[in-house]
């Protein structure tokens, strides 16, 4: 038998941490709660899914315009706009901004991107800090983790599991396991840091093309505080997030927040157009928006796959996923986890990579079901189990590279089987009449369930028999 | 393209699955009963085989598309196809209209995916049927697949077939829409969620104290059904008994 791979290794980890799984449950029945209540009405709940898929939907279908045009807007704004087309290019338009400054370290509101990018790590390498001042971002930072959820980064770690890591690293604060305590600690730490901080960086909810304005969405008062108080502001995030109209903002605002944490609206709503004018008396002196690429431009051009880009970032899909809330971000082995991580990821890193995160979905659709701009990811996830096996080139990062001759040749067997009647007619009647002979050990299958029986009369044979009619 | 009426029709195809021909035929001969019984007359075309499903779900389009090809081929007439599993109805309803865009045959499959009914659907909403329930008292519990949940909306009329039934409490398990770990090559592929994932949905399963669990897709109820034997074999836990909707209609009413 092959080797099991690194995802299943993890998998294998992480369904045995029982504790860390009812935990997680628990957290994830409260997300899901926490939605549906926030959309008593079904039909109105459709209607706002309707809009917000058409909002997005329509930016991606002028992307290459709308992107000229938000950075046309960004520059009059008084806004550095760089492109990046690798995670490298981006890394290194960062590094030069804060080398110009001469700074030492940043600080970060929450970004997903930089997270893609893996900014800290780079950063790191320079010399140079980055210090998360997202509550959850900065306890995954304290233990040297990354995020497990895109918008709870530390939903893995219980309320004494923080206790304990904030004892080791800030021993000179009396234990608690008072959360309201524990985020007083956090906030004092970070409140002088944002008061010091030479550099201030920031992810994007929403960048509107017409009047070149970055919006972030949040509930901490983090981002505001990163974006507003250092003298410099960099805004990284990835090409596909431009809108079209400010008009466009309300709806994709009204569906966020509830689908993801199943707020009405979230604690701040932040509004970036320039740097601090003349005469204002706060606001960063610089502002730069870094737009990431980094595999975008394919996915783009897949008319099918495109959807994937119309992701708003809520995790709704990673909620309310059956195999997410069982093996945790974690396992996933990417930046982004759960069904939104399992169509993007391969398509941006490649199928040779992450390829067999395809493979672990039930099809289920709880994940398109809640998707508040109806990405059929369970479409796109047979298309990528498509992508990996088909001969023909395909369009997919590494199409083709997860077929394996021995699988090709038992569809290949089976297609011809069960196209040619009088041969899947001899294959099940011989089955009836071996079924006592059908082994009980069936590997993985049989290790919680017990082999399946044949039937000793198949349907066909007993219909058949009923004389039930045949045209 | 012919046009399905939500009349009552005088004849239906009978598409009865790989599954239950192989596993549970007598899912299949139940349904047939029932439509017979309600004055329908079945056809059954005797070179049917599967709908395609495990191919396209692993990605082998044009493996699943021969197969598919072959069913078309013999459901012709314009009358609806009834088919008892969300899954495979859901495969001919949604997925056909995918696999064959672009090719010479695609108005023939568009044809047949508009004729497709999940045989709960036909019963409640063409059929209208009227049960009478001769069976004695029993709890049970309902798990709807994900596929007669989601992708064939369906999840309500098993429900309401059950309803008209006086002598059968349907009693509400935890995580009832959660999916139980099947999803066909899914099961194989990574068993150690599989495994996980039925584990949790058995469990609630029987916490409702049900001593029979209903459902409208074989697929589930060999998992589950599977993981309760299991159980009781191994674990020392009660049997608990599966059936298909059909069977236990037909069971329940036939005097």
Same mark, same amino acid.
């Given at each position: 038998?092959?080797?099991?791979?690194?995802?299943?290794?993890?998998?294998?980890?992480?369904?045995?941490?029982t504790?860390?799984?009812?935990?997680?449950?628990?957290?994830?029945d409260?997300?899901?709660?926490?939605?549906?209540?926030?959309?008593?009405?079904?039909?109105?709940?459709?209607?706002?899914r309707?809009?917000?898929?058409?909002?997005?939907?329509n930016?991606l279908?002028?992307?290459?315009?709308?992107?000229?045009?938000?950075e046309?807007?960004?520059?009059?704004?008084?806004?550095?706009?760089?492109w990046?087309?690798?995670?490298?290019?981006?890394?290194?338009?960062?590094?030069?901004?804060?080398?110009?400054?001469?700074?030492?370290?940043?600080?970060?509101?929450?970004?997903?991107?930089?997270?893609?990018?893996g900014?800290?790590?780079?950063?790191?390498?320079?010399?140079?800090?980055?210090?998360?001042?997202?509550?959850?971002?900065?306890?995954?930072q304290?233990?040297?983790?990354?995020p497990?959820?895109?918008?709870m980064?530390?939903?893995?770690?219980?309320?004494?599991?923080?206790?304990?890591?904030?004892?080791?690293?800030?021993?000179?604060?009396?234990y608690?396991?008072?959360?309201?305590?524990?985020?007083r600690?956090?906030?004092?730490?970070?409140?002088?840091?944002?008061?010091?901080?030479?550099?201030?960086?920031?992810?994007?909810n929403?960048?509107?093309?017409?009047?070149?304005t970055?919006?972030?969405?949040?509930?901490?008062?983090?981002?505001?505080?990163s974006?507003?108080?250092?003298?410099?502001?960099?805004?990284?995030?990835?090409?596909?997030?431009?809108?079209?109209?400010?008009?466009?903002?309300?709806?994709?605002?009204?569906?966020?927040?509830r689908?993801?944490?199943?707020?009405?609206?979230?604690?701040?709503?932040?509004?970036?157009?320039?740097?601090?004018?003349?005469?204002?008396?706060?606001?960063?002196e610089?502002?730069?928006?870094?737009l990431?690429?980094?595999?975008?431009?394919?996915?783009?051009?897949?008319p099918?796959?495109?959807?994937?880009?119309?992701?708003?970032?809520?995790?709704?899909?990673?909620?309310h996923?059956?195999?997410?809330?069982r093996?945790?971000?974690?396992?996933?082995?990417?930046?982004?986890p759960?069904p939104?991580?399992?169509?993007?990821?391969?398509?941006?890193?490649?199928l040779?990579?992450?390829?067999?995160?395809?493979?672990?979905?039930?099809?289920c659709?709880?994940?398109?079901?809640?998707?508040?701009?109806?990405?059929?990811?369970?479409?796109?996830?047979?298309?990528?189990?498509?992508?990996?096996?088909?001969?023909?080139?395909?369009?997919?990062?590494?199409?083709g590279?997860?077929r394996?001759?021995?699988?090709?040749?038992?569809?290949?067997?089976?297609?011809?089987?069960?196209?040619h009647?009088?041969?899947?007619?001899?294959?099940?009647t011989?089955a009836?009449?071996?079924?006592?002979?059908?082994?009980?050990?069936?590997?993985?299958w049989?290790?919680?369930?017990?082999?399946?029986?044949?039937?000793?009369?198949?349907?066909?044979?007993?219909?058949?028999?009923?004389?039930?009619?045949?045209? | 393209?012919?046009?399905?009426?939500r009349?009552?029709?005088?004849?239906?195809y009978?598409?009865?699955?790989?599954?239950?021909?192989?596993?549970?035929?007598?899912?299949?001969?139940?349904?047939v009963?029932?439509?017979?019984?309600?004055?329908?007359?079945?056809?059954y075309?005797?070179?049917?085989?599967?709908?395609?499903?495990p191919?396209?779900?692993?990605?082998?389009?044009?493996?699943a598309?021969?197969?598919?090809?072959?069913?078309?081929?013999?459901?012709?007439?314009?009358?609806?196809?009834?088919?008892?599993?969300?899954?495979?109805?859901?495969?001919m309803?949604?997925?056909?209209?995918e696999? *064959?865009? #672009?090719?010479?045959d695609?108005? @023939?499959?568009?044809?047949? &995916?508009?004729? /497709?009914?999940?045989l !709960?659907?036909? %019963?409640?909403?063409?059929?209208?049927?009227?049960?009478?329930?001769l069976?004695?008292?029993?709890?049970?519990?309902?798990?709807?697949?994900?596929?007669?949940?989601?992708?064939m909306?369906?999840?309500?009329?098993?429900?309401?077939?059950?309803?008209?039934?006086q002598?059968?409490?349907?009693?509400?398990?935890?995580?009832?829409?959660?999916?139980c770990? *099947?999803? #066909?090559?899914?099961?194989?592929? @990574?068993?150690?969620?599989? &495994?996980?994932? /039925?584990?949790?949905? !058995?469990?609630? %399963?029987r916490?409702?104290?049900?001593?029979?669990?209903?459902?409208?897709?074989?697929g589930?109820?060999?998992?589950?059904?599977?993981?309760?034997?299991?159980?009781?074999?191994?674990?020392?836990?009660k049997?608990?008994?599966?059936?298909?909707?059909?069977e236990?209609?037909?069971?329940?009413?036939?005097?």
């Open positions: 038998m092959a080797k099991p791979s690194e995802f299943r290794i993890q998998v294998d980890q992480a369904l045995g941490k504790e860390v799984r009812a935990h997680f449950r628990k957290a994830m409260t997300l899901m709660t926490n939605r549906r209540n926030q959309f008593p009405d079904n039909a109105e709940l459709q209607r706002l309707d809009q917000a898929q058409v909002i997005r939907a930016a279908s002028k992307l290459p315009e709308l992107l000229e045009q938000l046309s807007n960004l520059t009059r704004n008084g806004i550095h706009v760089h990046a087309e690798t995670t490298d290019e981006a890394n290194d338009i960062v590094l030069k901004i804060m080398q110009k400054h001469n700074a030492t370290w940043m600080i970060k509101g929450k970004s997903m991107v930089s997270e893609e990018m900014l800290n790590h780079f950063l790191e390498s320079k010399g140079i800090e980055a210090l998360e001042s997202d509550l959850g971002e900065f306890i995954i304290l233990d040297g983790e990354t497990s959820h895109i918008i980064p530390a939903i893995h770690k219980s309320k004494e599991q923080i206790a304990q890591l904030f004892n080791e690293k800030f021993p000179d604060i009396p608690t396991e008072d959360v309201d305590t524990l985020t600690t956090a906030r004092d730490i970070l409140r002088e840091k944002f008061y010091n901080a030479p550099v201030g960086l920031s992810g994007v929403f960048a509107v093309a017409e009047t070149g970055l919006c972030l969405v949040e509930n901490e008062g983090n981002g505001r505080m974006t507003t108080i250092p003298p410099v502001h960099i805004a990284v995030t990835g090409i596909e997030k431009v809108v079209e109209k400010l008009s466009d903002i309300p709806p994709l605002l009204s569906i966020l927040p689908s993801a944490t199943g707020q009405p609206i979230t604690t701040y709503f932040n509004m970036i157009s320039s740097p601090r004018k003349k005469g204002e008396k706060d606001g960063p610089e502002v730069h928006l870094v990431l690429d980094n595999g975008r431009s394919r996915i783009y051009s897949d099918e796959l495109l959807a994937t880009l119309r992701c708003i970032r809520c995790g709704a899909c990673i909620n996923c059956p195999v997410y809330v093996i945790g971000g974690h396992s996933y082995g990417t930046v982004y759960g939104i991580g399992t169509i993007l990821e391969p398509q941006k890193s490649g040779k990579v992450h390829g067999e995160l395809v493979q672990a979905s039930s099809l659709g709880a994940c398109g079901e809640v998707c508040p701009v109806r990405i059929p990811i369970p479409s796109i996830i047979n298309r990528l189990r498509y992508e990996g096996v088909r001969q023909d080139g395909g369009s997919a990062l590494d199409a590279s997860k394996k001759p021995l699988e090709a040749i038992t569809w290949k067997a089976w297609s011809w089987a069960a196209s009647p009088s041969v899947y007619n001899l294959g099940s011989v009836t009449q071996v079924r006592n002979l059908v082994p009980h050990n069936l590997g993985a049989t290790s919680v369930r017990t082999a399946p029986a044949v039937a000793d009369k198949t349907l066909h044979q007993q219909l058949k028999a009923l004389g039930v009619d045949h045209e | 393209m012919s046009q399905v009426t009349q009552k029709p005088d004849t239906v009978f598409f009865g699955t790989c599954l239950i021909d192989l596993m549970f035929p007598q899912a299949g001969v139940s349904a009963q029932l439509l017979q019984r309600a004055g329908i007359k079945v056809i075309p005797p070179a049917q085989t599967c709908c395609g499903q191919a396209w779900n692993s990605g082998y389009r044009d493996e598309r021969k197969v598919a090809r072959a069913q078309i081929a013999l459901f012709t007439k314009p009358i609806p196809i009834i088919i008892p599993s969300g899954s495979c109805a859901g495969m309803k949604t997925h056909y209209p696999l *064959f865009s #672009g090719e010479a695609e108005a @023939q499959a568009l044809d047949v &995916a508009s004729r /497709v009914y999940e !709960t659907e036909f %019963l409640v909403d063409v059929l209208n049927i009227s049960l009478t329930d069976g004695a008292p029993i709890e049970i519990a309902v798990h709807t697949s994900c596929s007669a949940r989601r992708e909306g369906v999840a309500d009329k098993i429900e309401q077939l059950l309803g008209q039934l002598n059968v409490k349907v009693l509400e398990q935890a995580y009832k829409p959660e999916c770990g *099947f999803g #066909g090559t899914f099961a194989v592929k @990574q068993p150690e969620i599989s &495994a996980a994932m /039925v584990a949790d949905k !058995t469990m609630h %399963l916490n409702t104290g049900a001593t029979q669990v209903i459902s409208q897709d074989c589930c109820l060999m998992n589950i059904g599977g993981a309760f034997d299991y159980q009781a074999k191994h674990e020392n836990k049997p608990l008994n599966t059936q298909h909707i059909a236990f209609l037909w069971e329940r009413t036939h005097g």
